[in-house]
């Protein structure tokens, strides 16, 4: 099956999971220093040391946002904003967590707003929601500051709201983790997207900032569009593939004790703390990180060369995301490739130096496990065999 | 009258020009090291070094990208986005460079699209922009780079595009221009945000990317939203409010030499290769810089306190802000508010200085003059003086 397949249901949704237009742009630009290396990395203009380096990454809560609001026009609950706001940092600083950045972060916000749906109080609410999840990551011993951020009034052009932010970092070159010591016979542990952290108040859904949209079309009914109008874009999307869910966000779901909005809404989680202690322990042991965002399971292919990647024991798919499945049957193929479905880190490490990482993750409260391996190929090559089947990306 | 008047015109558009919702919003947050400056500046985490500090900033295109689009479909010329690159990057980099900074900038560039309106190509032009801009900066002398960007695919949220980015920097600390300086009898000296500096290609109109959503419906008539229904947000808009204009973007202005939509989307000029220089010769004689943006004229009220700011000898106002005025009937007093209306950036200092600055400017090709001056108060007011009358804020 083809794993760039821009006909998908994901893409006739107005968001392509596989980027191909995103990469053409970009496929001119300078890669920067590590071009395996998960994050942009460039030479540190700002002191010209040669064994440091910058990186500036930009990311942000995507279709998140909109749900946030849907959300919160039903329920009333100022405090979804706050997971938003996280959900924003996070995107960022985890992604940077994979060069081998877990500390001294400089970090910004941009809102853009349609002031008439979007409040004063949403944007407080949004602005303290950033600083109190970079206080709450200072008392987990990460280094991390707010530089301010942007509010703009972009009512004809946005028709809710954008959360995007911007983390910067300073590491020193001989820290960073740039995936080429990728190899065979590396192992790959996963550290589980669900659940609750030592650090965390609330148990994780599993879902990140990513696939949002998808799950918005294949959980929510139409209520919404027709209830909602003119806060949506229907322009060239299939009517038969919007809102084709049965759930409202308010629904309770017996199962995971949890309504589909607190579900759908889980603010990412942020693998920071844990990271900290490995790399403090472990760091010249790593081969490399993935963080399974946009491209889920099969990011990976993204960092590697002739190289096959062979996942076969893979984390029980959470509940959230078996749900998105059977009320879409959308293929597993494709699940894999928009979704984590069940561990969002991956780290790839010799075998003596993953029983260490799953130690640690456990410390803190989170699952881990070896998910796979890594074995020579001619080209690079990923196989997922799970209780769902056996796929060739 | 009342300078925080959120029942203009500007403000039922969906804009406010004063921004109090945001202020309130952010009243609490802490305000970095020098609370006067321009942008937020904060200790330099990434070093410790006590003698230096960071300041990220984050701001963007605004509502122009919807003005590019509206033109792109209208004359197919591709190259209007890489004048919206430029926009975003410049309205960072020129607000960093009032706390000082005009080197060693590391850039990021965020954009959110409805994929089924802004093609790849559109967006290829675009990260392209972004690099010919920086690499134009630094063939004059700017030590800029980028660390990368984002593509969001955000239908569901963006109707079509927000252009925005991120700009960080390292400065000494004993080089920051803090804006406390700012002082009973200094000068301003406004550098004109019209004609073509020596390193310029094009005439400047005098645009930046602020006031884009009055301008829209000012000059644009309501050919706009009934040819192109589905683009714009008109909820809550008073529809008398609406694309009250005569023009379309392709109307020729014998007086401009130019079209509607060249003068609109002229792109954001940078100030950055004269500031160079300035610091160069009199980096410890300027008290402060305000950036002319939103706010327009009456910006410098965020920076000083019991000072009477008296501006007597503005530039001549520039023609597309006359042609905006004329069309619109909006008063002087709520120009001033809005619209540079001649020079966007403006220094404080001693009379001495002011000379030599001017000197520079015209050397690059940039018209610059005493513009005013400033006095003891008691509390801190504006005084504007001008052809169109005598405005107080």
Redesign the interface.
């Known amino acids: 099956m083809n794993s760039n397949n821009e006909n998908s249901l994901y893409s006739l949704r107005?968001?392509?999971a596989t980027?191909n237009?995103?990469h053409?742009?970009?496929k001119?630009?300078?890669k920067?220093l590590f071009p395996n290396a998960f994050?942009?990395i460039?030479p540190d203009?700002?002191?010209n040391d040669p064994n440091f380096a910058?990186?500036?990454?930009?990311?942000?809560a995507?279709?998140k946002?909109?749900l946030a609001y849907l959300y919160f026009l039903e329920t009333n609950d100022i405090s979804v904003w706050k997971g938003i706001a996280q959900d924003a940092i996070v995107m960022n600083t985890d992604d940077l967590l994979c060069i081998g950045a877990v500390n001294?972060f400089?970090?910004?916000?941009?809102i853009?707003r349609?002031?008439?749906?979007i409040?004063?109080e949403i944007?407080?609410t949004l602005?303290?929601g950033v600083?109190e999840f970079l206080d709450s990551l200072r008392k987990n011993g990460i280094?991390i500051?707010?530089?301010?951020?942007?509010?703009?009034?972009?009512?004809?052009?946005?028709?809710?709201?954008?959360v995007?932010s911007?983390a910067?970092?300073?590491i020193k070159r001989n820290e960073i983790v740039s995936n080429h010591k990728i190899q065979a016979d590396d192992v790959i542990v996963g550290l589980s997207s669900t659940g609750k952290a030592i650090y965390e108040n609330v148990e994780n859904s599993g879902v990140a900032s990513n696939g949002l949209?998808s799950i918005?079309h294949d959980l929510l009914s139409k209520y919404y569009p027709e209830h909602f109008t003119?806060i949506?874009?229907n322009?060239?999307?299939e009517t038969q593939n919007a809102y084709t869910g049965k759930f409202r966000l308010t629904d309770f779901l017996q199962e995971a004790n949890s309504t589909v909005g607190q579900l759908i809404l889980s603010p990412t989680r942020t693998y920071l703390p844990v990271f900290n202690e490995i790399f403090q322990q472990l760091r010249n042991d790593i081969h490399g990180i993935v963080h399974c965002t946009g491209g889920g399971q099969t990011k990976v292919l993204n960092f590697v060369e002739n190289l096959h990647i062979i996942k076969n024991n893979l984390f029980d798919i959470p509940y959230l995301f078996r749900l998105i499945q059977s009320e879409s049957n959308t293929s597993w193929q494709e699940m894999y490739q928009v979704y984590n479905l069940g561990h969002r880190m991956e780290i790839y490490v010799s075998h003596s130096a993953a029983q260490k990482i799953i130690k640690i993750s456990q410390d803190f409260g989170i699952e881990a496990k070896m998910i796979g391996f890594c074995e020579k190929s001619d080209k690079k090559r990923l196989t997922i065999i799970s209780e769902k089947g056996e796929f060739h990306y």
């Open positions: 107005g968001v392509s980027k237009e995103v053409n742009a970009i001119n630009l300078d920067g994050c942009k460039v203009f700002f002191t910058l990186a500036i990454h930009a990311d942000g995507g279709t946002s909109l001294n400089l970090i910004s916000t941009t853009c349609n002031k008439y749906r409040s004063g944007l407080k602005i303290e600083e280094n500051h707010s530089g301010g951020g942007e509010t703009a009034d972009m009512g004809d052009v946005v028709r809710t709201l954008t995007d911007n910067v970092c300073r949209t918005r003119d949506f874009d322009f060239h999307l």
